[in-house]
């Protein structure tokens, strides 16, 4: 009886990596790259979702396994009509990672200088690439591809915090009475009090003759932030500054 479950098993085991191996698309490789795809865009997606973001397991899944069709149908249309002119087997897949490109500029916010969501716009790209993988039978890429992309997602993060010590994220705001304040100054100033600059942004009023300069900054947690303040006033057209997370 044993024997009999391990034969079953074993044959199994040969029908699955046969299939695997098969480069021409059948049923049997559509369903089991599909549901591969469907696995690797759920590993990745359990992460953002873990994180509370915007896009989570639904959309990451649905994002593999939707490039991977697409992979599937470039392929087996040359495949089925050989004559075909035009069947090349990426052109239909190459399309994916054109139109991924309005699924990640979704995912970024924007606001008040700070932009958030790169992160996830770059896993949206990277899971579309990775069911393009599947699709075409690279499953070792495909699986490589989702460890790493988890290894980044998780450990690199630790990784930036320390690079930054203890660090948090703020954002920074001067308004100047001119339309021209001295930005390499000002940035010389924030540098050698350890105040670092992620990115920052620069709005004009001609007709009132002012601008505002908005910083996304890494600062120690614990910072006094009394004396670049000073600095900064001594500029002599700083009108007002603010700091908040």
């Not at 992460?47 to 069709?69: K, N, P, V």
Request: proline fraction near 2%; aromatic fraction near 10%.
């Amino acid at each position: 009886m044993i024997f009999g479950e391990n034969f079953v098993l074993l044959n199994m085991i040969e029908y699955l990596d046969e299939i695997l191996r098969n480069a021409t698309i059948t049923p049997a490789t559509a369903i089991v790259r599909l549901f591969l795809s469907l696995l690797f865009g759920t590993i990745v997606g359990a992460e953002r979702q873990l994180r509370r973001r915007d896009a989570g397991m639904r959309t990451f899944s649905l994002i593999c396994m939707g490039s991977a069709a697409a992979m599937l149908v470039s392929i087996w249309i040359p495949q089925i009509y050989p004559d075909f002119l035009n069947g090349d087997p990426g052109r239909i897949a190459a399309q994916v990672l054109t139109g991924i490109g309005f699924l990640g500029a979704g995912a970024i916010i924007q606001s008040r200088g700070s932009i958030q969501g790169l992160t996830t716009a770059a896993c949206i790209w990277v899971m579309a690439v990775i069911g393009l993988a599947v699709g075409a039978g690279m499953y070792a890429g495909a699986a490589v591809s989702t460890i790493l992309t988890l290894f980044i997602l998780l450990s690199l993060e630790k990784l930036e915090k320390r690079l930054f010590l203890d660090g948090v994220n703020k954002l920074l705001t001067i308004y100047c009475d001119t339309t021209t304040p001295d930005l390499d100054l000002i940035h010389t100033i924030l540098e050698k009090h350890h105040v670092y600059i992620l990115s920052f942004s620069y709005e004009n009023d001609y007709l009132k003759n002012t601008s505002v300069i908005t910083y996304k900054v890494n600062v120690k947690s614990h910072s006094s932030y009394t004396k670049l303040f000073e600095k900064i006033r001594k500029l002599g057209y700083v009108t007002q500054i603010r700091l908040f997370t």
